[in-house]
């Protein structure tokens, strides 16, 4: 082989492994630019912008994303981010399948880290889970996972938690707001030291909202089988949610 042509194939070669930036600069991430950086969970290691370019379809048990890094946002610009677990609804519970391992987009003590706009389904752990401070998850589609949505420390916000197996939004030391929550196993919501403004949870298999040390006010909550409130120890409502069309 003669030089030119190896260093021809060595550029090549480090052109395919080179994210991809949209022009605004940020970062594509899409299944190819996943299998180019070594599959699942596609790790995010430095702080900036990243946007997905298209559907992602994870194996079964494992994350979708990992996010490495402070000061991240992950925009899903509409796409799905999707695993094999699958959940049904009874009236009575939440049966699902599949591995009850896999997070659709994980992060643990990272800060400023944004997830937004789009749908993570079919992950048997959870379908986003982020541990810090300064977190945003706003405008995301969690549906068929063990959990929905998990925060702590953070804003969620028009988001949508459905058909999971446990709850559709667990968040702590949060504002949870403008959300819907339907048909989850466990509780719509489950807050500690939140405050819960605005939200509808319907169908729950138990409670619509189980608050500890939170404030909720102006929510509606319909038919959730064994209740649509339950105060887990200092909870105080603002009198001006709707239980099943009575205020509570």
Known sequence: MTKVMSMFLAGVALLLSAPAFAIDGQV????????AAGG????????GSYKLSGNLVVPAGTDGIDILADNV??????????????????????PCTGSTSGTGVY???HYNVSVTDGSITGF???GVDLYGSGEIIEGVRASQNGEGIVLDGGLVRHCTGNLNRRDGIDAAAAVVQDNETDENGIWGIDVVDATVTGNEADGNVQYGLGAARSVYGGNLFWANRLGDVQNEGGAISQSNNSCSATLC
């Open 73 to 94: 946002t992950l925009d899903l610009n509409g796409f799905n981010i999707g695993s094999t677990y699958s959940c049904t609804y009874d009236n009575t519970s939440v």
């Open 28 to 35: 594509l991430i899409n299944q190819s630019t996943v299998m």
């Open 107 to 109: 992060s643990v003590e």
């Open 40 to 47: 699942f969970p596609y790790k995010i290691t430095q702080s």
């Open 124 to 126: 048997g752990s959870a």
